[in-house]
């Protein structure tokens, strides 16, 4: 573009490019999803298809950009932590997050006839978003263990909530009984009054969403004499691991390697 006398403007823009050698996390998160959950008749506490959708999001996400390694994911918030070496936009804080709101929204509306068929659209939905950088994959770890303990302590109050109100409790009374309760007292109410059992919940409920790469192996052909040719890809893959102990971390150290 040639120079014109107006170009003086571009030295008005500030340099936001984050600092290198860190970990890079993005936490997106639904803008009024509470209001929006009545507004979709999501069910409560937890709409699987609007969790489903979420995690389609997610994994999009990592499809389309590759400096992404892993992601968390619970009611309407997704973190997404970009590899430490990114270069991705030079690393400018605002290109990096305005990209990957903006991208998921899109393909959250996109999507959204995929998970609910027969329910329309009532109104755009829309995230917030922030940027924060981390210079150890320790700090990184302790940072999705503190959303999955969060999961945790909002999903078993929500259980708890949800299944007094269905049984006929006001939410003001359950609200009530539930104030200061301990975790293992709440566990002991869902047994005692509903029989339900917290740990055989599903999964994607109690412990969140991941997506990360693994290494599945495919079949790409099949040679003359009829017999399948397999190889070793990286495919985006979905689960619902527990991410606060070490297991999951001693079996895919890849992911957080520095
Ligand atoms: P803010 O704009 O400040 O984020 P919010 O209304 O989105 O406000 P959050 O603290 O982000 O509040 O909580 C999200 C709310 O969205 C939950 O409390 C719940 O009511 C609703 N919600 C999100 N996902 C689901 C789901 N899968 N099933 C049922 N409800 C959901
Ligand atoms: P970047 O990702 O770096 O922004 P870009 O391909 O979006 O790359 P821009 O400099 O933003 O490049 O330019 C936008 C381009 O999109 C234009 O050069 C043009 O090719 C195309 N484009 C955008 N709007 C229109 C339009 N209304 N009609 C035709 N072409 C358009
Ligand atoms: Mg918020
Ligand atoms: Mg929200
Ligand atoms: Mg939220
Ligand atoms: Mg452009």
């Given at each position: 573009?040639?120079?014109?006398?107006?170009?003086?403007?571009?030295?008005?823009?500030?340099?936001?490019?984050?600092?290198?050698?860190?970990?890079?996390?993005?936490r997106i998160d639904g803008c009024h999803f509470h209001q929006f959950s009545v507004?979709?008749?999501?069910?409560?506490?937890?709409?699987?298809?609007?969790?489903?959708?979420?995690?389609?999001?997610?994994?999009?996400?990592?499809?389309?950009?590759?400096?992404?390694?892993?992601?968390?994911?619970?009611?309407?918030?997704?973190?997404?932590?970009?590899?430490?070496?990114?270069?991705?936009?030079?690393?400018?804080?605002?290109?990096?997050?305005?990209?990957?709101?903006?991208?998921?929204?899109?393909?959250?509306?996109?999507?959204?006839?995929?998970?609910?068929?027969?329910?329309?659209?009532?109104?755009?939905?829309?995230?917030?978003?922030?940027?924060?950088?981390?210079?150890?994959?320790?700090?990184?770890?302790?940072?999705?263990?503190?959303?999955?303990?969060?999961?945790?302590?909002?999903?078993?109050?929500?259980?708890?909530?949800?299944?007094?109100?269905?049984?006929?409790?006001?939410?003001?009374?359950?609200?009530?009984?539930?104030?200061?309760?301990?975790?293992?007292?709440?566990?002991?109410?869902?047994?005692?009054?509903?029989?339900?059992?917290?740990?055989?919940?599903?999964?994607?409920?109690?412990?969140?969403?991941?997506?990360?790469?693994?290494?599945?192996?495919?079949?790409?052909?099949f040679d003359l004499t009829g017999n399948p040719v397999k190889r070793i890809r990286?495919?985006?893959?979905?689960?619902?691991?527990?991410?606060?102990?070490?297991?999951?971390?001693?079996?895919?150290?890849?992911?957080?390697?520095?």
């Open positions: 573009m040639a120079n014109s006398k107006f170009e003086y403007v571009k030295e008005f823009e500030t340099d936001d490019r984050l600092p290198p050698s860190n970990w890079i996390v993005v507004d979709h008749a999501f069910e409560k506490p937890n709409d699987e298809n609007a969790l489903n959708l979420m995690n389609a999001c997610a994994v999009s996400m990592l499809e389309q950009f590759p400096d992404i390694v892993f992601a968390y994911g619970v009611s309407d918030e997704y973190s997404f932590v970009l590899k430490e070496t990114s270069q991705f936009y030079q690393r400018r804080a605002s290109k990096i997050l305005s990209l990957t709101v903006s991208y998921f929204t899109a393909v959250y509306v996109m999507k959204w006839k995929e998970f609910f068929p027969h329910k329309d659209l009532k109104r755009p939905p829309f995230f917030d978003g922030r940027v924060v950088c981390y210079p150890r994959a320790k700090i990184i770890r302790d940072y999705l263990s503190w959303r999955q303990v969060d999961c945790h302590i909002n999903n078993q109050y929500n259980t708890c909530f949800w299944m007094l109100v269905k049984s006929g409790k006001t939410e003001r009374e359950a609200q009530e009984m539930l104030k200061g309760m301990l975790s293992k007292d709440k566990n002991e109410l869902l047994f005692q009054q509903f029989g339900a059992n917290y740990d055989k919940l599903p999964a994607m409920f109690r412990k969140g969403s991941c997506v990360y790469r693994d290494k599945v192996e495919e079949t790409v052909k990286k495919k985006v893959v979905l689960g619902h691991f527990d991410i606060v102990g070490p297991n999951f971390w001693r079996e895919h150290p890849e992911i957080l390697e520095e």
